[in-house]
Structure formats: C-alpha cells, structure tokens
C-alpha cells in the first residue's frame, strides 16, 4: 500500500514538473538524428550495429532521466522529509525503481518508433519477444541507476560519478540486449537467446533484491 | 609508530622478500622450457597468482564491505579500502601481463577475451569506488556508499564474466589449463610462485591498513 503511494508520488511529481520525460525523448531523438548523420550507411550496414547503437541510446537517455530522478527530492530538502515519514527505505527504493521504468518506457514509446522510421529497426519477425526484453532490460537498468543516482547525485561530482558507476556495472545488460536485439532484427531464431534472457533476468531480480536490502544503507544522513 | 617497529612485521616482509627472490631465481632457471611458447610463457607464474591476488582482494571487499554495513565500525571500512586498493593495484598488473603474453603468442596485445575483459571492467568498476570514495563527501557517508558499491560490484563478477564469456566464444580461452600436462616441475614453481604473491597481497594489505587507521586517526584528531 505505502508502495502503491510512493509510485504514485513520483509520478504525479512527474507530471506536474514533466523534467525526466521530457528531457529523455528530446535527447534520444536528437542521438538517433546524430546516428543517421555520423554514420550515413545503407539499412543492410545498419542492421550490424543497430542493436548495439540502439541500447547505447537507451543508457545514455536513462542517465540524462536519473540526473534528474532525485533533483526535486535536492530542493528545500525534501528528501529529509521523505526519509522522515513512516515509510522502510526499501519502499522508497522500489517505489523510485518502478517509477522510473515507467518513464524509461515512456521516453522509449516516443524514441523506438525513430528508430523504425530513420534507422530501419525492423522488429516485426518477433514483436512479442522485444517487449519482453525491452521490459526486462529497462527494469535492469532501473534497478542499478536508482542505486547509483541515489549516491551519486548527493555527492559534489554526481553528474560525472552517475554515469562512470553505472556504465561499467551494467555491461552484462548491455551484452545481453544487445545480442538478443541483433537475433530479433535479424529475423533468424530465436533458440540462442534464451541464455541471454537468463542473464537479464537474474541481473534484474538480484540487483532489485540487493538495493532494496542496501538502499537504507545509502540514503541516511 | 610505524609499520616496521613491529617486529612481526619486519619478519614477514623478509621472508616475503627472500621468497620472491627464491621465485624469480626457480622462474628464470629452473622452470622447464615449454614448447611453443618459450620465454613468453613464464609471465604466466606472475599473470595467475596477479589474478589470484585481485580476485582475494575483491572477495576481501565484499566481505568486509558487508560487516561493515552490519556492524558500522570504522575498522572494517578500512578493512575494505585496503582491499580494494591492493586488489585494483594486481588488476591492473593483470592488464598489464595479459598483453604481455599475448602479442608474442597471439600475434596482438589486445583480444577481447573473456577473462582479459572482464578484469578490464573490473578495473573501470574500482576506479568508480574510489572515485566515490574521494567525491563521496563527509568521511562517514563515503564510506557507506562506498560500501554498497563494493558489495554491487561483487555481485557483478560473476553476470559480466559469464556475459562476456558468450558475447565472444570464437576468441581463444587461455591455454594456462593445461599448463600441468607438461611437467610436474611447472606445477610446483607455479604454486610456489602463487604463495609468494598471496604473502605479497597480505604484506600490502596490512601494511595498507595501517596507513587507513592513521589516517582516520588524523581525521579524528582535526575534529576535536
């Protein structure tokens, strides 16, 4: 219940400030615009390193939204306010986690289909599998960036320490998808990913499990 | 006083020194030419135990990392940074002894193997801790970030070894497997080799320690 009322918090918060969501789509369609200009290759090119240039994207936007994920809480202090209500700090940590999968998704609604329209992403053959990956990766990179940003962005080098931690943790994830993507664009089957979708699963569930064990460790005083 | 008034310490750093010298002396003139590889070889009765040395730092992090979380005494987040650094210092000879080998037996320094890629994420992964550590602010909550991300990081190993282990099966594993086949004089140089470099590890880890507590000390002492 206290969950269902932090997500809720963030989200309004969100749509009153409309900062992360905003900031994510423009960024990412601005990169995707980048891409098609830097690289200029035919669609059959393309399909090579799409998958890798697609989730690179991805990270780079969630950064740009986890930077902006605890500035509110900066202002007159309210995250000491949100600490000192009735609420265990693995609540804050999961209600911040879904909320932000849910505005990671969100930017991705508005970015994925420029990928389809500028950059041939064609990921017809296997839709229903990229939904999946696409919700388990996001969670993923949710899970870690909620952690990280939650340190980082209460430290002075927060906007720089963000992205060198979270870079480097989420290398498996970024592996995983980008290789399940690579199969799902190629159209060919789909038995090799399911090992791949294992990695991606089990980093969801232990990094979610491990920060919600550890996040009071981090946001005491 | 310092590290060396302690006679048990001066003990130890001697007998480390003796042994490493005893090492080199059985590495160069002793250990069995190996057909193939030649001299490139040898580098391996430093590589293995380098990484050896790197992995005990890092589970040393992550335990001490966890008791320290536990336990909230300053002696285990020393414990820790200890750990942490002396294992970045051997994860980053492992990078260094890795090309080493390989440009004269693969033909290039670099190839994105497994175990070469992972200790290089390993290595960004540290320069992260300490970064945290250093920009973390006040001594006390650096600590316990820097703890958290000791005990993430651990937790990452084993999902970016096995990642990157099938991102990229076509590039050769290391041949070090089968390095016993050859002679059973290969086998005790190298676990003599690996003995040495853990005394090395516990040389630096206390002597490490010794400098966090001063430095803490300090930092108390600034407070009053």
């Known amino acids: ?221 | 006083m310092t590290y060396f008034s302690k006679k048990g310490n001066v003990l130890l750093a001697i007998i480390t020194l003796v042994l490493v010298l005893i090492g080199l002396w059985a590495i160069i003139f002793v250990a069995p030419m190996i057909p193939q590889q030649e001299w490139a070889q040898r580098i391996f009765y430093y590589h293995v135990p380098l990484a050896w040395n790197a992995f005990l730092g890092y589970m040393g992090v992550l335990v001490f990392s966890i008791i320290y979380l536990v336990t909230r005494k300053s002696k285990w987040d020393i414990y820790a940074l200890s750990a942490a650094e002396v294992g970045t210092v051997f994860c980053l000879l492992i990078l260094i002894t890795g090309p080493i080998w390989a440009k004269p037996i693969w033909g290039k320094a670099w190839t994105w193997e497994p175990r070469l890629t992972t200790t290089l994420i390993l290595f960004l992964l540290y320069v992260g801790y300490f970064m945290i550590r250093e920009f973390g602010g006040p001594y006390e909550r650096s600590s316990r970030y820097a703890a958290v991300l000791g005990i993430l990081a651990a937790i990452d190993i084993p999902l970016i070894y096995f990642a990157v282990d099938f991102w990229a099966p076509a590039v050769q594993s290391h041949p070090q497997r089968d390095m016993s086949a050859h002679s059973s004089m290969v086998l005790k140089i190298f676990f003599f080799s690996l003995f040495t470099y853990t005394l090395i590890l516990i040389n630096m880890f206390r002597y490490r320690v010794h400098v966090g507590k001063l430095e803490l000390q300090k930092l108390e002492e600034s407070h009053v």
Not at chain 1, 45 to 65: A, I, K, Y
Not at chain 1, 199 to 209: K, N
């Open chain 1, 1 to 221: 219940m206290t969950l269902l009322h932090l997500i809720k918090k963030e989200i309004r918060q969100e749509i009153r400030a409309k900062e992360s969501i905003i900031s994510m789509v423009v960024f990412g369609t601005s990169v995707i615009l980048l891409f098609s200009f830097a690289f200029n290759a035919t669609p059959a090119e393309f399909s090579r390193f799409l998958p890798g240039l697609m989730w690179m994207t991805f990270l780079f936007v969630s950064v740009l939204g986890l930077l902006r994920s605890f500035s509110a809480e900066k202002e007159m202090d309210a995250y000491a306010a949100l600490l000192s209500s009735p609420v265990d700090r693995g609540s804050i940590y999961l209600g911040k986690l879904f909320a932000f999968w849910i505005f990671l998704l969100f930017a991705q609604l508005f970015t994925m289909p420029l990928f389809a329209l500028f950059l041939n992403l064609n990921i017809s053959a296997h839709f229903f599998t990229f939904m999946v990956l696409v919700l388990v990766t996001d969670w993923a990179i949710a899970a870690v960036g909620i952690m990280i940003s939650g340190m980082g962005l209460r430290t002075r080098m927060g906007e720089v320490l963000v992205p060198v931690l979270m870079f480097p943790l989420l290398s498996p994830v970024l592996i995983s998808a980008t290789k399940v993507t690579h199969t799902i664009v190629s159209g060919s089957t789909l038995a090799g990913t399911n090992f791949w979708m294992m990695i991606l699963f089990t980093f969801a569930v232990v990094f979610t499990a491990t920060g919600y064990l550890t996040f009071g460790a981090i946001s005491e005083e």
